[in-house]
């Protein structure tokens, strides 16, 4: 359940999706998951709680911003708070990746299921007197094997990028297409407008760099070794 993006949707909300026309890239939006098994991790980014509208106003903040088709700020508010809980279960761990509302986070995260960590956005102001599990401009974990680098904001290289690493990031509400690299690396933009609202897994994240086309090294930075 949960609120997804309508039918008809028009162009400009196709970008905010992660739809690169001139580039044949697009961000997974939606889909069906498993049965989350206990203590999982999940990544998401940009829910920007409390930036929108009042009901009976015409759309402001992020609803305007990218197009999120809910009719004010309460409707954006439950929605995103029904699809995190609805994946999310006590005990589970969440890295969210910045941008996590517009003031007041304790507000919000006493109504959300787990473990939550922060990887601050630009709009995080109030971060640091909030009760999260953790908080970090910056973040490197090692997920089943897997090098996770996580950032808010999105980037060309990243530590372990030739030796399969992936990098989550978030920020650009899908206009910033990732791509996947040589050796099953890749980048991929975890925001919750890219992923019909709601919190992603490493299985999802893994066969969404899968289905994107491959990028060379000398592309992304232009034939430098790693340091």
């Given at each position: 359940?949960?609120?997804?993006?309508?039918?008809?949707?028009?162009?400009?909300?196709?970008?905010?999706?992660?739809?690169?026309?001139?580039?044949?890239?697009?961000?997974?939006?939606?889909?069906?998951?498993?049965?989350?098994?206990?203590?999982?991790?999940?990544?998401?980014?940009?829910?920007?709680?409390?930036?929108?509208?009042?009901?009976?106003?015409?759309?402001?903040?992020?609803?305007?911003?990218?197009?999120?088709?809910?009719?004010?700020?309460?409707?954006?508010?439950?929605?995103?708070?029904?699809?995190?809980?609805?994946?999310?279960?006590?005990?589970?761990?969440?890295?969210?990746?910045?941008?996590?509302?517009?003031?007041?986070?304790?507000?919000?995260?006493?109504?959300?299921?787990g473990d939550k960590h922060l990887i601050?956005?630009?709009?995080?102001?109030?971060?640091?007197?909030?009760?999260?599990?953790?908080?970090?401009?910056?973040?490197?974990?090692?997920?089943?094997?897997?090098?996770?680098?996580?950032?808010?904001?999105?980037?060309?290289?990243?530590?372990?990028?030739?030796?399969?690493?992936?990098?989550?990031?978030?920020?650009?509400?899908?206009?910033?297409?990732?791509?996947?690299?040589?050796?099953?690396?890749?980048?991929?933009?975890?925001?919750?407008?890219?992923?019909?609202?709601?919190?992603?897994?490493?299985?999802?994240?893994?066969?969404?760099?899968?289905?994107?086309?491959?990028?060379?090294?000398?592309?992304?930075?232009?034939?430098?070794?790693?340091?």
């Amino acid at each position: 359940t949960g609120v997804s993006a309508p039918e008809g949707a028009p162009a400009i909300l196709e970008t905010a999706r992660g739809l690169s026309v001139s580039a044949g890239l697009q961000c997974p939006w939606g889909g069906e998951r498993e049965k989350a098994m206990a203590n999982e991790i999940w990544f998401t980014a940009d829910t920007h709680f409390g930036h929108g509208n009042p009901s009976g106003e015409p759309p402001s903040g992020i609803i305007k911003h990218c197009l999120r088709p809910f009719a004010d700020v309460a409707e954006m508010d439950a929605a995103l708070t029904e699809n995190w809980n609805a994946v999310v279960r006590p005990g589970d761990q969440v890295w969210h990746l910045g941008d996590f509302s517009w003031g007041d986070h304790p507000k919000w995260l006493k109504r959300l299921n787990g473990d939550k960590h922060l990887i601050k956005g630009n709009h995080d102001k109030s971060a640091e007197r909030a009760k999260w599990a953790s908080v970090s401009d910056y973040r490197e974990l090692t997920l089943e094997g897997t090098q996770l680098v996580l950032f808010h904001y999105g980037m060309r290289v990243w530590k372990g990028h030739r030796r399969g690493a992936i990098h989550l990031y978030g920020h650009s509400h899908g206009r910033l297409p990732g791509f996947r690299l040589p050796g099953g690396g890749g980048c991929i933009d975890v925001g919750t407008d890219c992923w019909n609202f709601r919190p992603v897994n490493l299985e999802e994240v893994r066969q969404a760099i899968a289905a994107l086309p491959p990028v060379g090294f000398d592309v992304v930075e232009d034939g430098t070794p790693e340091g």
